[in-house]
C-alpha cells in the first residue's frame, strides 16, 4: 500500500516485487519518506531492503524514517529480523511500532493498533489526516479487542485470507470480516491479503456477500487499485485493466 498526500510519501509492507508494482504504477521509490512494516513475515518485506536503498538515494542520503514492528527491526524469537542493521542505519530514523505507540508524519497521525497473529510483535495501523481515517487491521484473527481498535474509521481495510467457511487460525474469513464491519460501521470497506483459496472462489463474490450482510459498500482490491480520500468521502478509481497491463486509468467513483 502506498499513501500519498500533498506532503507524505509512504510505503506500507513492501512485499515481493513491491519495487516493480511502484514502476507500474508510475510511482518514484526515491521519493518515499517513510516505510512501514506491520509484521515479520516475507509477504510484508521481502522488498523492504531495496526500497531502504531507494528512498535513502543509492544510501548516499541519510533520510527517511522506518517504523516497524519490534519482530522486523530486532526479532523475536526464531522471527526475523527483516531489515539488517546496516539498512536500519541507511534511514534518518527507525521507530519501534507497537500498540498505543503514534507518530506524526506530515500532516498524518499513524497509529499502531493489535493485532491477534503468529507473529506476536505485529501490529495494524490507523491513518488520520484531514481528509479521513483509515484504518489497517494488518494479518490477524477476530478477536473482541479489535472492534474498539478500528471503531470510527472511514475505510476499513480488513487482510481477508480465507473465504466462506473456511477460517484458519491467526487470519480473517469471510464471516469474520463481515462482523468486524458491521460493528464498526465504516463508509467502505476493503478486502485485501487473499489466499489462494478466497482466488479460486473469487474476492468480488466475497466482498458482494459482505455487503449484503452488512449494506455497507464492500471493495474487493486489485493490484494498483488507488483509493482516494476527500473530506472523509472515500471512492476507489476502477483501472482500465485491473493487471494494469497499461498505465491508463479511468476514475470511476464507485457509487455511480
Not at 118 to 147: F, H, M, N
Not at 195 to 206: C, F, N, T, W
Not at 214 to 229: C, N, Q
Request: aromatic share 4%; hydrophobic share 40%; with cysteine.
Amino acid at each position: 500500500m502506498y499513501v500519498h498526500t500533498e506532503s507524505a510519501r509512504m510505503h506500507i509492507d513492501p512485499g515481493p516485487g513491491a519495487l516493480m508494482r511502484l514502476r507500474s504504477c508510475g510511482i518514484d521509490p526515491t521519493k518515499t519518506r517513510v516505510l512501514a512494516i506491520t509484521h515479520c513475515h516475507p509477504d510484508h518485506y521481502a522488498d523492504a531492503e531495496i526500497l531502504i536503498e531507494a528512498m535513502t538515494h543509492g544510501c548516499k542520503r541519510k533520510r527517511g524514517l522506518i517504523a516497524a514492528s519490534s519482530s522486523v527491526l530486532r526479532g523475536y524469537g526464531d522471527i526475523g529480523p527483516a531489515v539488517s542493521k546496516y539498512h536500519s542505519s541507511l534511514a534518518a530514523d527507525c521507530v519501534l511500532l507497537e500498540p498505543a505507540v503514534s507518530l506524526e508524519i506530515d500532516h498524518i497521525r499513524l497509529s499502531a493498533l493489535k493485532t491477534f497473529h503468529s507473529d506476536p510483535t505485529g501490529i495494524g495501523l490507523r491513518l488520520e489526516s484531514p481528509d479521513g481515517v483509515i484504518s489497517i487491521t494488518g494479518d490477524t484473527s477476530l478477536k473482541e479487542e479489535l472492534y474498539e481498535e478500528h471503531r470510527g474509521c472511514d475505510v476499513l481495510i480488513m487482510s481477508v485470507t480465507r473465504p466462506l467457511k473456511a477460517r484458519i487460525p491467526y487470519h480473517l474469513c469471510t464471516e469474520d470480516a463481515a462482523m468486524l464491519a458491521s460493528s464498526i460501521k465504516p463508509k467502505m470497506s476493503i478486502l485485501t491479503h487473499f489466499g489462494m483459496r478466497l482466488i479460486k472462489k473469487g474476492p468480488a463474490s466475497q466482498a458482494s456477500w459482505i455487503e449484503k450482510q452488512t449494506g455497507i459498500r464492500t471493495v474487493a482490491a486489485w493490484d494498483g487499485m488507488p483509493l482516494l480520500m476527500r473530506n472523509g468521502a472515500p471512492s476507489v478509481q476502477k483501472s482500465v485493466s485491473r493487471q494494469l497491463q497499461d498505465a491508463k486509468s479511468l476514475s470511476v467513483d464507485l457509487e455511480e
